[in-house]
């Protein structure tokens, strides 16, 4: 409780952002030193000027900090600091991860993650495109990661709901804020089964210079970002050119050249990012954060279970396709025309099976290991 309750001083403190919180954070290891500390010690920390050293003197006081920690109890509104254990991995990799997460929902379905954004104005075909790849990621165990806006995120989150998946949201305004008002219940379905996630306090709301800081923390949680029907100032080339910052990877999907609404997206594909036709064009790049996956899950939870496929958590489509391997359907073609799955969920499920150590390829046929 108590430290709590400094690490939100802190946050309060005028001028104080998230790289100077940290800044501070990593001088003293504790934020109740930088509550307790004189005004000596503040000096010659990287980044903190004369001007935010006052600023710390002159507001040393807990009472907002308490009274706002109360606030958040009863908005049921959940906090995660940054040297927490549940701290999203990925996310304090990046240069500049805040410090303060407020949350509503499961803060445990980060691991295999991947962000898919674009246009509020998308067409109905980048729509039905975002919802289709998010379904099939999702599907697959992957988390969807978007930013709850109009057109593809919005279609983004559906598709990984649909699937039954895992999906977040990351706001520009505080998680008590419901923007757009019409994605109130998309807003309520994700706090069920997934995350609902800000850096900012209650209360805030949706300012056109929050969204660009906000882009930052979408790219931060995922492996890699894909962008989907984007303009030339679309805000989703800022979540790629984070992605591009932070390591990790740029997908895009190929647009029709003669709209605006896939310039940005057209011209990331010709500045090298990666062409995304079929979600196979992504899970080619997961295969070591997939293995690396499943290794941990063999190794720690399942030692004594290894002879039942449920301890890797099949799908439904795995099971099924695995049982038509067992009955001697081995070829990729003869599967495909013995289930009731289009030919991309087939494949998609093949690929997971091989990744999971469970059946291996020899040309286009496929056997039980």
Same mark, same amino acid.
């Given at each position: 409780?108590? %430290?709590?309750?400094?690490?939100?001083?802190?946050?309060?403190?005028?001028?104080?952002?998230?790289?100077?919180?940290?800044?501070?954070?990593?001088?003293?290891?504790?934020?109740?030193?930088?509550?307790?500390?004189?005004?000596?010690?503040?000096?010659?920390?990287?980044?903190?000027?004369?001007?935010?050293?006052?600023?710390?003197?002159?507001?040393?006081?807990?009472?907002?900090?308490?009274?706002?920690?109360?606030?958040?109890?009863?908005?049921?509104? $959940?906090?995660?600091?940054?040297?927490?254990?549940?701290?999203?991995?990925?996310?304090?990799?990046?240069? &500049?991860?805040?410090?303060?997460?407020?949350?509503?929902?499961?803060?445990?379905?980060?691991?295999?993650?991947?962000?898919?954004?674009?246009?509020?104005?998308?067409?109905?075909?980048?729509? /039905?495109?975002?919802?289709?790849?998010?379904?099939?990621?999702?599907?697959?165990?992957?988390?969807?990661? !978007?930013?709850?806006?109009?057109? +593809?995120?919005?279609?983004?989150?559906?598709?990984? =709901?649909?699937?039954?998946?895992?999906? +977040?949201?990351?706001?520009?305004?505080?998680?008590?804020?419901?923007?757009?008002?019409?994605?109130? %219940?998309?807003?309520? @379905? *994700? @706090?069920?089964?997934?995350?609902?996630?800000? #850096?900012?306090?209650?209360?805030?709301?949706?300012?056109?210079?929050?969204?660009?800081?906000?882009?930052?923390?979408?790219?931060?949680?995922?492996?890699?970002? +894909?962008?989907?029907?984007?303009? #030339?100032?679309?805000? !989703?080339?800022?979540?790629?050119?984070?992605? =591009?910052?932070?390591?990790? &990877?740029?997908?895009?999907?190929?647009?029709?050249?003669?709209?605006?609404?896939?310039?940005? !997206?057209?011209?990331?594909?010709?500045?090298?990012?990666?062409?995304?036709?079929?979600? %196979? $064009?992504?899970?080619?790049?997961?295969?070591?954060?997939?293995?690396?996956?499943?290794?941990?899950?063999?190794?720690?939870?399942?030692?004594?279970?290894? @002879?039942?496929?449920?301890?890797?958590? =099949?799908? /439904?489509? @795995?099971?099924?396709?695995?049982?038509?391997? /067992?009955?001697?359907?081995?070829?990729?073609?003869?599967? +495909?025309?013995?289930?009731?799955?289009?030919?991309?969920?087939?494949?998609?499920?093949?690929?997971? =099976?091989?990744?999971?150590?469970?059946?291996?390829?020899?040309?286009? !046929?496929?056997? *039980?290991?």
């Amino acid at each position: 409780m108590d %430290e709590l309750l400094y690490w939100i001083w802190l946050s309060m403190v005028p001028g104080i952002g998230s790289k100077k919180f940290l800044n501070l954070y990593n001088h003293f290891g504790d934020i109740e030193r930088v509550f307790h500390g004189k005004e000596v010690e503040l000096h010659g920390i990287h980044n903190i000027s004369p001007r935010d050293i006052n600023s710390i003197m002159n507001n040393k006081d807990l009472n907002m900090a308490y009274k706002y920690l109360e606030l958040l109890k009863r908005q049921k509104v $959940d906090i995660l600091l940054y040297k927490d254990k549940k701290y999203p991995h990925l996310l304090k990799e990046i240069y &500049d991860p805040p410090p303060i997460l407020y949350s509503r929902g499961n803060i445990d379905i980060e691991k295999l993650s991947i962000s898919i954004v674009g246009s509020r104005k998308a067409s109905y075909y980048g729509m /039905k495109t975002a919802e289709k790849l998010a379904f099939q990621l999702a599907s697959l165990g992957i988390t969807i990661v !978007s930013g709850m806006a109009k057109g +593809i995120d919005t279609y983004a989150h559906r598709g990984a =709901l649909q699937a039954k998946g895992k999906t +977040i949201a990351v706001l520009g305004c505080g998680v008590d804020v419901i923007y757009p008002t019409e994605n109130a %219940e998309l807003m309520k @379905e *994700i @706090e069920k089964s997934g995350l609902v996630i800000s #850096e900012y306090p209650l209360k805030t709301l949706p300012k056109a210079n929050n969204f660009p800081a906000r882009n930052r923390i979408i790219s931060g949680l995922s492996l890699g970002t +894909i962008i989907i029907e984007a303009g #030339e100032k679309s805000g !989703s080339l800022i979540t790629a050119e984070f992605a =591009l910052e932070q390591g990790r &990877d740029v997908y895009a999907i190929p647009g029709n050249i003669g709209t605006q609404y896939n310039k940005g !997206s057209n011209n990331l594909l010709k500045e090298g990012a990666k062409l995304v036709t079929s979600i %196979e $064009d992504i899970l080619e790049d997961l295969v070591p954060y997939i293995k690396t996956e499943i290794s941990s899950i063999n190794s720690e939870s399942f030692k004594d279970q290894k @002879e039942s496929i449920d301890y890797l958590n =099949l799908t /439904k489509e @795995e099971k099924e396709i695995l049982e038509k391997i /067992k009955m001697g359907y081995n070829h990729g073609d003869d599967i +495909i025309s013995h289930c009731d799955y289009s030919p991309s969920v087939v494949n998609s499920s093949l690929t997971m =099976l091989e990744l999971k150590g469970i059946i291996q390829k020899h040309r286009n !046929s496929y056997f *039980i290991k």
